[in-house]
T-cell receptor, first 115, second 112 residues
C-alpha cells in the first residue's frame, strides 16, 4: 500500500513560475525523501529531510516537513522546461539497528513546465 | 564511478515462464533493494538484501525471490509469471541499509 499521497496528481505551469507539490503520510517516520523520475526511467534522489528537521534547501529546491500534520511539501523555484518529470515522496522508517528498511512511495505528481 | 546498472533493459515473457533480473550496485554500496513500478504508480518495495541476506520484504508472494552475491550484486527471480507482473523493476543501492537510494534505469518486463 502507498503511505505517501502526493497532491496534486498533475501540475502544469509556465517556465519561471514556482511549483509546489505536497505529500501526506500516515505513520511515524524517520525521514522523508523526494525523488524525480523522467519518463518511466530510474528515479533520482533530490533531497532527504529527517524527522527532527523542519526545512531543507538544495539549489532551487525547498522541502518542508510538518510531523504533527504528517505532511511535507516540495517547492521548485524558477522552474525550467527540464524540470518536467514525475516527483515522488517516499517515507523511511527505522527497521532496527541502522536499517531504514524499505521506502514507501506515493503515487507521484506529474509536473509539466511549458517553455 | 559507475552507478547502478541493471540488465536486461527490456524483456518479454509469456504467462507461466520464469525471469531473472540482474543488478550491480553503485561502487561502495553494500545494500540492494528491489522495487516494482506498475504504469502510472509509485514504486512498491519488494525486498532488500544486505550481507547476502534478505533483510526486509514487502507484500509480494513467494514467487518473487532474490539473491545477493559476495560482490554485492543481486538478482531478482520471478516464477510462474502472471500478466499482472508486467512492470518496471527497479534496483536501488545504498550503504549500510540507510539513507538515500541510488536507482538503476530499470528492467521493463512485459508478460503476454
Amino acid at each position: 500500500s502507498q503511505q505517501g499521497e502526493e497532491d496534486p496528481q498533475a501540475l502544469s505551469i509556465q517556465e519561471g513560475e514556482n511549483a509546489t507539490m505536497n505529500c501526506s503520510y500516515k505513520t511515524s517516520i524517520n525521514n522523508l525523501q523526494w525523488y524525480r523520475q523522467n519518463s518511466g526511467r530510474g528515479l533520482v534522489h533530490l533531497i532527504l529531510i529527517r524527522s527532527n528537521e523542519r526545512e531543507k534547501h538544495s539549489g532551487r529546491l525547498r522541502v518542508t516537513l510538518d510531523t504533527s500534520k504528517k505532511s511535507s511539501s516540495l517547492l521548485i523555484t524558477a522552474s525550467r522546461a527540464a524540470d518536467t518529470a514525475s516527483y515522488f515522496c517516499a517515507t523511511g522508517v527505522r527497521a532496527g539497528g541502522t536499517s531504514y528498511g524499505k521506502l514507501t512511495f506515493g503515487q507521484g505528481t506529474i509536473l509539466t513546465v511549458h517553455p | 564511478d559507475a552507478g547502478v546498472t541493471q540488465s536486461p533493459t527490456h524483456l518479454i515473457k509469456t504467462r507461466g515462464q520464469q525471469v531473472t533480473l540482474r543488478c550491480s550496485p553503485k561502487s561502495g554500496h553494500d545494500t540492494v533493494s528491489w522495487y516494482q513500478q506498475a504504469l502510472g504508480q509509485g514504486p512498491q518495495f519488494i525486498f532488500q538484501y544486505y550481507e547476502e541476506e534478505e533483510r526486509q520484504r514487502g507484500n509480494f508472494p513467494d514467487r518473487f525471490s532474490g539473491h545477493q552475491f559476495p560482490n554485492y550484486s543481486s538478482e531478482l527471480n520471478v516464477n510462474a509469471l502472471l500478466l499482472g507482473d508486467s512492470a518496471l523493476y527497479l534496483c536501488a543501492s545504498s550503504f549500510l541499509m540507510a539513507g538515500e537510494l541510488f536507482f538503476g534505469e530499470g528492467s521493463r518486463l512485459t508478460v503476454l
